[in-house]
């Protein structure tokens, strides 16, 4: 199994990351070209193009996402010119690190560390490490909710007609073979209940990673057909798999099953802000 050297850790990034005035975190482009080992400037715009490309796919306003700024450099002669550079969003890092050369081991990790870090980006770290387990349940469950809507219009427009079969390629890959149907009877569901329902945080987040990943590769290699965008589907899960038995993970199959749906706990928080409702109803 490949194992990422000791000498990166998420520090390697967070050691180039910027707070501007307004608390907004940003990277610069030079500074992440030399951590992601690209030596040519030329070489790795090519990377940043691609990625900006996956951003207008992905419905995001690019020049949200990027900006370009200009840095004095000087010469061997003193002299001193304009070189190009870009302020980096989070989400704009994360797509470069996804075309970026995948057999060096910096971007492998920076895979993961945008990744993780680019699904919590609608609440502060500290907001979510405060949540409960349950409320990060029903976050994540949103963030897959968001991410499979996306995926599917991106697998359409590749082809896919039949969605059933498509997704179920993706959980093949992920769930050493078992479709859907299978993940439900293990789970021991009843009738008509949500699998991701019945999810813990970490296997949402494992499906996450893979949804966004097959978004992402479906877009990229500009996939086309039905048979292509399963088989990518699937690779993507096993892929997935395999990254988590190489950090010593738990499979999700073997993730615990929550003890109440996110369905019945959204039924319990009603029923109790009916039965508050109705004592202050009483008091006046």
């Known amino acids: 199994m490949k194992k990422i050297s000791d000498k990166y850790t998420n520090d390697t990034f967070d050691n180039i990351k910027y707070i501007d005035d307004y608390g907004n975190e940003f990277w610069l482009a030079r500074e992440l070209q030399k951590v992601l080992e690209y030596k040519d400037w030329r070489n790795f715009l090519k990377v940043l193009n691609k990625a900006k490309a996956a951003c207008i796919n992905s419905g995001f306003n690019v020049d949200e996402q990027l900006v370009e700024v200009n840095k004095?450099?000087?010469?061997?002669?003193n002299a001193?010119?304009?070189?190009?550079?870009?302020?980096?969003?989070?989400?704009?890092?994360y797509l470069i690190v996804q075309n970026a050369d995948p057999s060096k081991e910096v971007v492998a990790l920076g895979q993961t560390y945008f990744a993780i870090q680019t699904r919590k980006q609608e609440i502060t770290e500290q907001e979510y490490d405060s949540l409960s387990d349950d409320e990060k349940r029903f976050y994540q469950r949103k963030l897959t909710k968001q991410g499979n809507y996306t995926l599917q219009k991106v697998a359409s427009a590749a082809g896919v007609k039949n969605m059933a079969e498509f997704h179920n390629a993706?959980?093949?890959?992920?769930?050493?073979?078992?479709?859907?149907?299978?993940?439900?009877?293990?789970?021991?569901?009843?009738?008509?209940?949500?699998?991701?329902?019945?999810?813990?945080?970490?296997?949402?987040?494992?499906?996450?990673?893979?949804?966004?990943?097959?978004?992402?590769?479906?877009?990229?290699?500009?996939?086309?057909?039905?048979?292509?965008?399963?088989?990518?589907?699937?690779?993507?899960?096993?892929?997935v798999r395999r990254a988590i038995a190489d950090i010593g993970g738990m499979m999700p199959e073997e993730m615990p099953t929550?003890?109440?749906s996110l369905k019945e706990l959204e039924r319990e928080k009603k029923q109790l802000e009916t039965k508050e409702q109705k004592k202050l109803e009483g008091i006046k």
């Open 72 to 77: 004095l450099s000087k010469r061997n002669n």
């Open 80 to 93: 001193t010119t304009n070189i190009q550079d870009y302020k980096l969003s989070r989400y704009i890092c």
């Open 170 to 239: 993706g959980y093949k890959g992920l769930y050493n073979g078992e479709t859907a149907d299978d993940i439900f009877k293990r789970k021991k569901l009843r009738y008509r209940e949500d699998i991701l329902d019945n999810m813990n945080e970490d296997e949402l987040v494992a499906n996450l990673f893979r949804i966004n990943q097959t978004k992402q590769k479906l877009l990229k290699d500009n996939v086309q057909g039905e048979k292509e965008a399963k088989d990518v589907h699937y690779e993507v899960g096993k892929k």
């Open 258 to 260: 929550p003890k109440k």
